[in-house]
């Protein structure tokens, strides 16, 4: 039933056993600030009987003074008997900008309520009013506080996580990569173009880029250009109109709209068809793009990480790749160092793998033996970082108190060897120079024969000067 002042009293009232208990109100609590004593108690023993933790305050002095992070939702009088809402209001909100305030109004004072709700104030309500719709509204509210500082510790976590304490490594270039990742993460440079071979960490150090930036707050975009086809990968991109498609039963956002205020992450950018390449390119200098179909102009801030393991310029050479568009990539551009070219390195990402495992695995594994880091600071690495990571998780299978050689089956005669002193860059160079000859130089067959592809092998063969008559350059 509904009283004289409007208020609603429940049939069992406070004094019964309440319907909802403190594991679903979750402990929230809700300050009430009016002077008229009657609408507070009513407003406190409710919410008490709801399950909430209640704080009171008849003045705009009290109020402040019993307000603190901790709370989750006020419910606040527009007239205070020693200052306005409005100025107790943004108090509070210049305190803890995620505070949620609903306003108390009588009917005269709505258009004060409306200011206050432009500054952000959550929502209004006049008395007399509704007992049990205010508290549908005070959980509905405590709900979006709740979900909101969710998001921020997320997000903070996220930033916590993807710091530039993840480009580990004390080589002098990496060192020098993490100098570079700082200074572009604290500019506004809208594109940065990353390159490196495969396993190197180029969406690391992306996402590094990102949540050490001012955009961390929003969402980190990816998608791969090799794993989908033109048309695809562009309604991936600029998302699609109503009807282009005969699945386009709705409009659809694409990544650059969904990013707005944020990061997007281009993976081999290298295999974009050369169409693609053009819309892209247009957005880069424009900021605009039309959704396939539209054609509306959309407007969005977003900054793009692009990532190569090729030689772009040797691309665009061949015509498989726009000079403009290269150009407009290669302003800024971060090269991420292979693993041969960094050994030093190798035993600390090792022990930072070690230690990255015994948490997931939950073990307690005390390093490896002197022979299992001489023999990995040997090997060659070809999938760099990528590989090390996954070498050192398969070895942490082992049920051992310390690695040692035999916990890395897969590449244990190869380590062995390593650990013996053999040149294990001597003995791949051999096995590229029996390749070509076997294949007559034919640099395909001789990948084949390999086991590698067409790349690796010319790779190789740039790297120790070889000659595809199939004789190696002198020792």
């Given at each position: ?7 609603t009293?429940a ?6 056993e309440s319907?909802?208990?403190s594991?679903?109100?979750g ?25 909430y ?40 909100r ?6 949620l305030?609903?306003?108390?109004t ?15 104030a ?24 709740r ?7 997320l997000r903070a ?14 080589s002098?270039?990496m060192?020098a ?6 200074k ?5 440079t809208?594109?940065v ?8 960490g ?17 969402p ?9 086809t ?32 944020s ?30 179909g ?15 393991n090729?030689?772009?310029?040797e691309?665009v ?19 991420l ?6 050994v ?40 760099n ?5 996954n ?27 390593a650990?013996?002193g ?13 390749a ?5 130089g034919?640099?395909?067959r ?6 590698l592809?067409?790349?690796?092998v ?10 595809t ?6 020792r």
């Amino acid at each position: 039933m509904i009283d004289m002042l409007g208020r609603t009293v429940a049939a069992d009232s406070p004094s019964g056993e309440s319907p909802s208990d403190s594991t679903r109100t979750g402990n929230a609590t809700v300050l009430v600030v009016d002077d008229e004593e009657v609408i507070r108690s009513s407003l406190v023993e409710r919410l008490s009987w709801e399950g909430y933790r209640t704080l009171e305050a008849g003045t705009g002095k009290e109020a402040l003074e019993q307000f603190a992070d901790g709370v989750d939702l006020v419910l606040l009088d527009c007239r205070l008997p020693d200052t306005s809402g409005l100025a107790v209001f943004r108090e509070m909100r210049r305190r803890d900008p995620d505070a949620l305030v609903i306003l108390l109004t009588a009917f005269s004072r709505v258009d004060s309520a409306v200011e206050m709700m432009k500054e952000g104030a959550y929502h209004y309500t006049t008395k007399p009013f509704n007992l049990d719709e205010m508290i549908l509204l005070a959980r509905q509210a405590i709900e979006m506080t709740r979900l909101r500082r969710d998001v921020k510790a997320l997000r903070a976590n996220q930033t916590q996580s993807w710091g530039l304490d993840r480009i580990v490594g004390c080589s002098p270039a990496m060192q020098a990569v993490r100098d570079l990742l700082e200074k572009i993460a604290a500019s506004r440079t809208s594109t940065v173009l990353l390159i490196g071979e495969r396993g190197t960490g180029k969406e690391l150090a992306a996402k590094v880029l990102h949540y050490t930036s001012d955009r961390a707050a929003g969402p980190f975009l990816s998608v791969s250009c090799s794993t989908l086809t033109a048309t695809l990968l562009e309604r991936e991109l600029f998302g699609d109109d109503r009807g282009t498609f005969t699945d386009a039963r709705r409009q659809r956002r694409g990544l650059l709209e969904s990013a707005d205020g944020s990061s997007v992450f281009l993976d081999e950018i290298e295999e974009m068809a050369l169409g693609s390449q053009a819309k892209l390119l247009r957005f880069l200098e424009e900021k605009t793009f039309r959704r396939l179909g539209g054609v509306e102009e959309i407007h969005v801030d977003v900054r793009m990480f692009a990532a190569t393991n090729k030689d772009l310029e040797e691309s665009v050479e061949n015509g498989r790749f726009r000079e403009d568009l290269y150009y407009r990539l290669n302003a800024l551009s971060v090269r991420l160092p292979p693993l041969r070219d960094r050994v030093d390195d190798i035993p600390v990402l090792a022990r930072h793998y070690i230690d990255l495992f015994n948490r997931e695995f939950r073990k307690q594994v005390r390093g490896a033996t002197p022979e299992v880091f001489e023999a990995l600071g040997h090997y060659p690495w070809p999938g760099n970082v990528r590989e090390l990571r996954n070498t050192v998780e398969q070895a942490m299978l082992a049920d051992v108190d310390r690695l040692t050689l035999d916990d890395f089956p897969a590449l244990s005669p190869r380590l062995r060897l390593a650990a013996r002193g053999v040149n294990l860059e001597q003995l791949e160079q051999d096995l590229v120079v029996q390749a070509l000859e076997r294949a007559r130089g034919n640099q395909g067959r001789a990948a084949a024969l390999l086991g590698l592809n067409r790349d690796q092998v010319r790779y190789r063969i740039q790297k120790f000067g070889l000659s595809t008559s199939c004789r190696s350059a002198p020792r």
